[in-house]
């Protein structure tokens, strides 16, 4: 079974690797971001369980360090503030947290990053829903279909599988490059 799975996320990343549309649009989110930064903008992440993880963890490679010591990025996972969000969950309701917090902290011009592997979890659909109501920007990372994302997103980074393990270690590998490459834009290439 452990060959098989490596076999398998090595299958989905060759696809990706193929994908010159795909590529393009990876190139496309490091530049909306790049150029959302440079304006004074921020990136704001969502996502569910393990796209929650992922969200945490791109918003923290911004926000932190990538490769470089360099100055902080304005980055940020929509959950890091749980009394918000259990707040509105009790108020309101579970799926209109990540849209209230983007209603909040959202500017025109900023960029809204979801995550979602189906691209169907109405909380991430209502927060993108949002944020396009506020003229930011949208870029969906998910599975192969998109979901009802594709439809909201400026950029949308869709994984070649319906796989959810593999579609999240996609997301991180995507996530990763445009990271990468916008730390590049902005400071320099590591060891420049």
Known sequence: MIRKRITE???VKQRILENDQLIAKIELAAALI???YREGGKVLFCGNGGSAADAQHLAAEL?????????????????VNTSFLTAVANDYDFASGYARYVKATGRKGDVLVGISTSGNS??????????????M????????TG??????????LNVPSTDTPRIQEAHILMGHIFC???????FGQPGN
């Open 9 to 11: 996320a090595l299958d």
């Open 34 to 36: 790049t150029r959302t």
């Open 63 to 79: 926000s932190g360090r990538f490769y470089l010591d360099r100055e902080p990025l304005d980055a940020e996972a929509c959950h």
């Open 122 to 135: 109405e909380n991430i659909v209502k927060a993108m829903e949002t944020a396009r109501s506020k003229n």
């Open 137 to 144: 920007h949208t870029i969906a990372m998910t599975g192969e």
């Open 147 to 156: 979901g009802k994302l594709k439809a909201l997103a400026d950029i949308l």
């Open 180 to 186: 990468e490459i916008v730390e590049n834009n902005l």
